[in-house]
């Protein structure tokens, strides 16, 4: 890694340091696991080109399998039958979490890529609906609206020997910017594999990748999987820092908060979810301070979106890169684009 | 049903209906080893849809594709192209905004084997992968003679040179039966030189040709056998002397000649 | 619901209750059908994914109580009003967003909608606060009653109003010359521009029809139901699973698919679960286009 990556990672591990309000901490927490949630739909939306809308989905069943898993939980099948399991160690229930949402990635991916296009996008966003509607409804196994919590945060270590815990916000900042720092290289090293171009390719030319034998559906398949597994551990990060998920978690506004961050940092950059999420993490807070209602603040996020949409549509990253590349010099060779981190 | 010894690619009754119009009807030819094998025919003769029915773009009707003895019928793209049959497409399709290099790298897919585990992880077989790869990609770029426009985007090409790349990515897939469909439409004379050349180089690799094209020229220069289609069926199979003075295409031809005079 | 009527055994009481769970989804089938209607038109035939119709649908409602609660306009005259005015926003919508995007990806699209919907149904939030509000109707209270049956004045009236529009728009459609324009647009819009047919307002106009009956839906249902603000949310879903269940730009299968959706609702909620209800749209979306994605009705008469 360069000079200036070790810069960066220690400046921004440092950042409890000199971060001495506690409120803007968790703004940070948060958005950070916003950003690898965002990170996550990148892959299946900027690189895969699929226009997922029901990504929260994933998100939520990660949230909900780690708090379930974490708490235990017992549903009975029928008046005799019941079946459950017993509290599991935080670390764990995030593992299940983050498997329970990239099955659900894959059994998503093989169904619902039958479809392309307008359809797939609504399917999406119905699988999601559904979800969030059998998470309000079943509350033997989700408590419904009324919540799970009393969700235990994350510790680490051997009884007797040793004990990390992660329940103060120092140290869960350290958790997350970690985990955004793994799931970032994990989908650059994707992106620059055979399997990241295969993805790109049938983005960009589906018959064409075809014809020169990439299986379609098993790279369609495979950034669903990875892509949900993903938002599964943002999920699961989520629900063991506020230790509270109730079904709200899958509202369609979460999603599309995802997709905002996505498309307006620069989908298909590996750097543009973060971008994107750091602006959109951050403004509603920075709207915040000139107290304007909530419901105004999603306008002005609305309109925002429309503008950026318009004026530059391929995302803040590209344009900035494109302006860095150009600024000064003539136009001679187009140069691939230059990513903001290395 | 197998294949004949002598039919590398074997078509057999293939039949593809379009709504209530039959496009192909009843067609069986051979492909031979190593041989470039033209099929020709006025507009709408169903050379296309012959193409996308060979290679798995089409369900026909009725029929059966043999290739090399194995069964191609009812096979995905993608499967087709693994058996070593590749196409390339009569619109001009390139992943367009990927550099020329990056287009090559994709076409190189079957090539490489990389697990989706081993790239998270970034094991080391994945970075030879890529290394190996990479140097496969440069060598078709030189094969082509299109190493000067390794960096650009794929859609800043002159058209002729996208042609050109559109034949490189399919041969960086690596067959042994490679199906052109209309390579130098919309090409200049000097491009159409260039291409025959190129062909020329792509036969002496031993990659057998099957070519669908209307320019006569070109058709003339590079084929050792040409198919000629008329409505669905095929009139005429032999020499490009034999076909020049068949008398049957030259009726399809003056036919279709004869229809367009008359609007 | 159903009377309770003293017989031995079950059957006619179960009979009842289904027979009114039938008229409920007659009733409730032709609102959801005027809705189909409107997304056929901009989702089936000029195919856009549009995520702001459940607003308008919300719009309309709004309007209906502005007008009626607010400036004490007569209810039908403010039930004209209203679909007047959620025409006018849509074509707003169209000409200020979507002209600009006409040969933009689909996505840049869907979300300039997306936007859309999250302003307006913020604006909505903040002009009218979360509180659910109620509209008064003109409409005696007392049911009619039909042996064990009943149904309300106000839901017979939406019922007919509800056709009637259902109607007229198909008329408009097929019939008339504006419709052939709109039909030779989607269809084939470079011969149709040749021709002479003004494509851009014919844009607009298609658009605020299918808006109007958005709002035309929504004014006409909330009297019955209250006025909040993500009532558009599942009326928005329940549209899309309509035009996809009639198959995407046909207008007569719009119209059963919104009864069939209606009719599976009821029956679910009846003998099901009542918190599920909102699920059988989706659901009816996923396994449509799973398993018959050209609709139930694609053979016959397309649009486009």
Known sequence: ?????????????????????????????????????????????????????????????????????????????????????????????????????????????????????????????????????????????????????????????????????????????????????????VIRRLVNSQAGRAMIALRENEPLAASVGIDVTRYLVLASVI???????????????????????????????????????????????????????????????????????????????????????????????????????????????????? | MTATASGMLRVEDLSIRFGGLMAIENMTFDVREGEVLSLIGPNGAGKTSAFNAITGYLRPARGEIFYRGRRLTGLRPNAIAARGVVRTFQKTSLFGDQSVLDNILIGLHLRSRQHPIAIILGLPSVTADERERKAAAWDILRFMALEARAQESGSALPYGEQRLLEVAIALAARPSLLLLDEPVSGMNPAEKVRFMATLARIRSEGITVLLVEHDMRTVMGVSDRIICLNQGRIIADGSPKEIQSHPEVIRAYLGERARRADG | MAHDLSVADHGPRTLNEFLQHCINALMLGATYALLGIGLTLIFGIMRVVNFTHGELYAYGAYMMYALVMKLAVNFFVALVLATG??????????????????????????????????????????????????????????????????????????????????????????????????????????????????????????????????????ALLGPIFLVTPTMGDPAAAKAFAIVILGGMGNLLGATLGGFILAFAEEIGVGYISSGYRDAIGFLLIILILLFRPTGLFAQKERIS
Not at chain 3, 166 to 191: H, S
Not at chain 3, 200 to 206: C, K, L, P
């Open chain 1, 1 to 185: 890694m360069s000079r200036w990556t070790w810069l960066l990672v220690f400046v921004l591990a440092s950042i409890p340091l000199w971060v001495t309000s506690l409120y803007f901490l968790h703004i940070l927490i948060t958005t950070t696991i916003f950003i690898i949630a965002a990170m996550s739909l990148n892959l299946l939306l900027g690189f895969t080109g699929q226009l997922s809308l029901g990504h929260a989905a994933f998100f939520g069943i990660g949230a909900y399998a780690s708090a379930l898993s974490s708490l235990g939980f017992e549903i009975h099948l029928t008046d005799d039958l019941a079946i459950g399991i017993g509290p599991k160690p935080v670390w764990l229930a995030m593992l299940i979490g983050l498997i329970a949402a990239g099955l659900c990635g894959f059994a998503v991916g093989k169904i619902a890529f039958r479809v392309r296009g307008a359809y797939f996008v609504i399917v999406s966003i119905s699988f999601a609906e559904v979800v969030r509607l059998v998470a309000v409804n079943w509350v033997e196994l989700t408590q419904g609206p009324m919540a799970l919590n009393n969700i235990p945060p994350l510790t680490l270590g051997v009884s007797g020997v040793f004990e990390l815990s992660f329940a103060r916000k120092p140290a869960y900042f350290h958790l997350v910017l970690a985990a955004a720092a793994v799931c970032y290289i």
């Open chain 1, 227 to 342: 892509s949900a597994a993903m938002a599964g551990l943002a999920g699961a990060l989520y629900a063991h820092y506020v230790r509270i998920v109730d079904p709200d978690i899958f509202l369609f506004i979460y999603t599309v908060t995802m997709v905002i961050m996505v498309i307006t940092g620069g989908k298909g950059t590996l750097a543009g979810p973060v971008v994107g999420g750091v602006v959109f993490g951050m403004l509603p807070e920075f709207l915040r301070a000139f107290a304007i209602a909530p419901e105004l603040q999603w306008v002005l996020l609305g309109a925002l979106m429309i503008v950026v949409v318009f004026l530059v549509p391929q995302g803040i990253v590209p344009a900035a890169s494109s302006w860095w590349a150009h600024r000064g010099r003539p136009p001679a060779h187009p140069e691939p684009p230059v990513e903001a981190l290395p």
């Open chain 3, 85 to 218: 005015l959620g025409a006018i926003l849509g074509g707003a919508v169209e000409l200020v967003l979507l002209r600009k995007l006409r040969s933009a990806d689909i996505d840049v699209t869907m979300l300039v909608m997306i936007g859309a919907w999250i302003m307006l149904q913020n604006m909505e939030q903040l002009a009218w606060t979360g509180v659910a509000h109620a509209i008064a109707n003109p409409f005696p209270a007392d049911p009619i009653v039909i042996g064990p049956l009943s149904v309300s004045w106000n839901r017979i009236f939406v019922f007919a109003i509800a056709i009637l529009l259902i109607a007229v728009t198909y008329v408009l459609v097929n019939g008339t010359k504006l419709g052939m324009a709109m039909r030779a647009t989607f269809q084939d819009r470079e011969t149709a521009a040749l021709m002479g047919v003004p494509i851009q307002r014919i844009h607009t106009a298609t658009f605020a029809l299918g808006s109007g009956l958005a709002a035309a839906a929504g």
